[in-house]
């Protein structure tokens, strides 16, 4: 069966500080790879999405993604956090042979410390 | 151009009562979803509909009913609310020419008292 998995639940880092979030999935086909952000209180937005081509994708607000097919990966990576990042983001995929459904992560809470 | 909309924003039920959570979308998107999303959970998938006429079935359907009432607008239906179901639903919506990149509401803040 399909599965996502976030590794961390949640991660604090110190702000100006890099971060990476973990994201791993199980698929017997191909995928198309997601990472959203919901800020409290909101609807989730799109981050930066891999459909083909380049494994190294670039979002908003900074942040980029790399596709790792061998290893089944796709993390979330920043250089320098801010405190507007504090949110939580949420890694899916998309089978390319069943293309109305989506399947999300539980979850990464970010929380940027001072 | 309002994306999506939800009504309403936040709803106190008791137990066994019913209501319905609208959903509208002005992108001309040939799918809807609704998911609910609990501390810990996720999000996870209760009814999507993939184009007008159409709905199945997601991970968590049982209690819940839908309505694909044309293209623009998608309900969800509590027919009888117990307290499992206080959540926060979202309604979502996408289009195969976006490379399905959803597109989701503000939520409604659902308690079952």
């Known amino acids: 069966a399909q599965s996502v998995t976030q590794l961390d639940s949640q991660v604090p880092v110190f702000e100006e500080a890099p971060v990476e979030l973990r994201c791993n999935y199980s698929?017997?086909?191909?995928?198309?790879l997601f990472w959203y952000v919901q800020y409290p209180n909101q609807g989730l937005q799109l981050l930066l999405k891999?459909?083909?081509?380049?494994?190294l994708v670039k979002g908003i607000n900074g942040f980029e993604a790399e596709f790792n097919k061998s290893q089944t990966s796709f993390h979330l990576r920043k250089p320098s956090v801010h405190i507007s990042d504090t949110a939580e983001y949420f890694c899916?995929?998309?089978?390319?042979?069943?293309?109305?459904?989506?399947?999300f992560g539980k979850g990464t809470r970010l929380h940027i410390l001072p | 151009n309002a994306g999506v909309t939800q009504t309403p924003k936040f709803q106190v039920l008791k137990t066994g009562q019913s209501m319905t959570l609208q959903c509208a979308q002005d992108?001309?998107?040939?799918?809807m979803y609704w998911y609910r999303q609990d501390p810990g959970m996720g999000l996870r998938l209760i009814y999507y509909?993939?184009?007008?006429?159409?709905?199945d079935k997601g991970e968590v359907p049982n209690g819940y009913n839908v309505s694909r009432l044309n293209k623009r607008e998608f309900s969800l239906r509590l027919e009888s609310a117990a307290p499992s179901q206080t959540s926060v639903y979202f309604c979502?919506?996408?289009?195969?020419?976006?490379?399905?990149?959803?597109?989701f509401g503000p939520g409604t803040r659902l308690t079952v008292l």
């Open positions: 891999y459909l083909s081509g380049s494994t």
């Open positions: 509909s993939a184009s007008e006429g159409t709905t």
């Open positions: 992108m001309n998107h040939n799918s």
């Open positions: 979502a919506s996408s289009a195969r020419t976006r490379a399905h990149e959803q597109f």
């Open positions: 899916a995929v998309i089978l390319m042979n069943r293309d109305d459904k989506i399947i």
């Open positions: 698929s017997s086909v191909s995928v198309y």
